[in-house]
């Protein structure tokens, strides 16, 4: 049997590692394409760094694409590539439109191009939903975007909705709640928490500036996720799903949840700072993944309470590790 390829943009943000790890787990040559730039950031891949092949490429060069595709010729590509950080697309609206939404437009047409048999997933978000049209969200509830990210998103979403329609392509979009993991990015809610009670826990620092603590969030755990990812590319026909767990958690929650796995008080510790509120609030984001379970018969295997302390533990490892602490 052949060895099958997958191309994963986005190989060194938190799905694109665990993605590929998983993919490693079942057989694929991993092929990882990553941006020229000064500050590329492989701390996520270290450990499987030798088993991957990292090559450049850039959603903003449509050669780029064309020739990877035609160069590695890839049976399934996973598009996880964004500017993916919800406040800074109101600081560089442009620029996000650029790689959430036509980026995504120049990876469909270079595998139209070159080879139009290779299976494709889109990475949309729950951010589509914005101002929620109904609880909880499903695959058939209208999008109103909250965000130029979510604005951007949805153009990506229905491009590759159109792409799949008009020629045929094997195309699938993932509607992915919020998903968390010891490899988020620290500008992350979640993880700025965790790594705070952590870092609070430790002496390293004495309180943590938080923004709308009543916000809710549908958070799962990125390693079930990329999971459904892979699963959509293995089915029959093509489709989109929304991949959630199906609860809603505050901001408030997390922080007790956080600082209660390290012994502490979260009150004691945490400033709201209206700086950090966004301009329009997204509503009630809660997915209804019920066509995934029944379909792709997917289900999450952590709950929330054993994520956050999963992201406490490991941030206080690596901090012990960092500041030779016992």
């Known amino acids: 049997m052949t060895q099958k390829i997958a191309l994963i943009t986005g190989i060194t943000g938190q799905d694109g590692s665990y993605l590929a790890d998983f ?7 991993v092929v990882g394409m990553v941006r020229r730039t000064s500050t590329i950031n492989f701390d996520r891949l270290k450990h499987i760094q030798d088993k991957i092949t990292i090559v450049q490429g850039d959603l903003l060069d449509q050669m780029s694409l064309i020739d990877l595709i035609t160069e590695y010729q ?3 590509v996973y598009n996880l590539a964004a500017q993916s950080f919800v406040p ?3 600081k560089q609206p442009v620029l996000t439109g650029e790689f959430t939404a036509l980026g995504v437009t120049r990876v469909l047409d270079a595998i139209r191009i070159v080879k139009p048999d290779i299976r494709f997933y889109q990475a949309s978000s729950s951010e589509m939903f914005g101002k929620v049209q109904a609880v909880p969200q499903t695959e058939d509830t209208p999008f ?11 153009y990506g979403h229905w491009i590759t909705i159109n792409y799949r329609e008009s020629y045929n392509l094997f195309a699938c979009s993932g509607i992915l709640f919020n998903h968390e993991s010891p490899r988020r990015g620290i500008e992350f809610v979640t993880h700025k928490v965790t790594h705070a009670a952590a870092r609070i826990k430790l002496g390293l620092q004495n309180e943590v500036r938080l923004g709308n603590l009543d916000a809710r969030r549908d958070w799962g755990y990125a390693g079930d ?5 892979w699963l959509m590319l293995q089915q ?5 799903y929304v991949i959630s767990t199906g609860e809603t958690h505050a901001v408030r929650e997390l922080c007790e949840t956080a600082f209660g ?3 502490l008080n979260w009150q004691d510790y945490v400033v709201v700072d209206q700086k950090f509120y966004r301009p329009a609030e997204v509503d009630m984001l809660i997915g209804d993944a019920s066509k995934a379970k029944n379909e792709l018969n997917w289900q999450p295997a ?15 490892q690596t901090l012990k590790a960092e500041n030779d602490l016992d």
């Open 225 to 229: 996720y990329v999971r459904a990812m």
């Open 261 to 263: 796995r390290v012994g």
């Open 23 to 29: 993919l490693l787990e079942k057989g694929y040559c």
């Open 74 to 76: 890839p049976d399934e």
């Open 88 to 90: 800074t697309s109101w």
């Open 236 to 240: 029959d026909e093509p489709d989109d």
């Open 144 to 154: 109103y975007p909250r965000s130029p990210y979510g604005v951007a998103k949805v």
């Open 302 to 316: 952590v709950n929330f309470k054993t994520l956050i302390e999963m992201m406490v533990d490991a941030d206080l």
